[in-house]
């Protein structure tokens, strides 16, 4: 017997927002470098949130389920694996 895999309801919509999100903070990387070094939340297209520490960012952005919370790294950063 095969079931029908169903998203809970609203997680759709979460993910689109998330993604548009993300989308635009890729896009505007130059608004996030002025905060280089911190942790950074993007919602509807604009910077709503800035701190040291993601778990406090995150602790001010109850309301934001959907923000995308990212780190400003250095753009010149380079990764060695």
């Known amino acids: 017997m095969s079931q029908k895999l169903v998203p809970p309801p609203g997680m759709l919509e979460h993910l689109r927002k998330f993604d ?23 919602d509807r297209g604009r910077i709503i949130g800035v701190a040291d520490s993601e778990e406090k960012l995150r602790k001010e952005l109850a309301k934001h389920a959907d923000a995308y919370v990212t780190f400003v790294y250095p753009p010149d950063l380079a990764w060695v694996l």
């Open 20 to 42: 548009a999100n993300a989308a635009w903070a890729n896009a505007h990387l130059s608004d996030l470098l002025r905060h280089l070094g911190k942790f950074v939340a993007v």
